[in-house]
Nanobody, 124 residues
Framework: QVQLVESGGGLVQAGGSLRLSCAASGRASSRPSMGWFRQAPGKERQFVASISGISGTTSYADSVKGRFTISRDNAKNTVYLQMNTLKPEETAVYYC?????????????????WGQGTQVTVSS
């Protein structure tokens, strides 16, 4: 079992920045692939970004390319999501996810482990 704890959410004005963190613990491969998803009220959870376990190869949703950056600190078992130029429509609960594979995924079904989520609210 893998436990994931997100932090760093909050309230920010449009155009502002936030950095989310996700600390992983428990049984997992030494370098699990990690991802970030988000779910706005009344909408389905959607892929935001992912990073593979060994090479650190990243993938992004088209809507966040150039503004969001996913990174990881393997020594701390932590993955980050730097979010810049945030938009009000990006208000959502942001979830961290992990999978016991060095190959990253971009779909919900590809990640068996999930955190509880952290609220990000972007005011206009």
């Amino acid at each position: 079992q893998v436990q994931l704890v997100e932090s760093g959410g909050g309230l920010v004005q449009a155009g502002g920045s936030l950095r989310l963190s996700c600390a992983a613990s428990g049984r997992a491969s030494s370098r699990p692939s990690m991802g970030w998803f988000r779910q706005a009220p009344g909408k389905e959870r959607q892929f935001v970004a992912s990073i593979s376990g060994i090479s650190g190869t990243t993938s992004y949703a088209d809507s966040v390319k150039g503004r969001f950056t996913i990174s990881r600190d393997n020594a701390k078992n932590t993955v980050y999501l730097q979010m810049n130029t945030l938009k009000p429509e990006e208000t959502a609960v942001y979830y961290c996810a992990a999978r016991g594979s060095i190959v990253a995924a971009t779909t919900l079904s590809g990640f068996p482990y999930w955190g509880q989520g952290t609220q990000v609210t972007v005011s206009s």
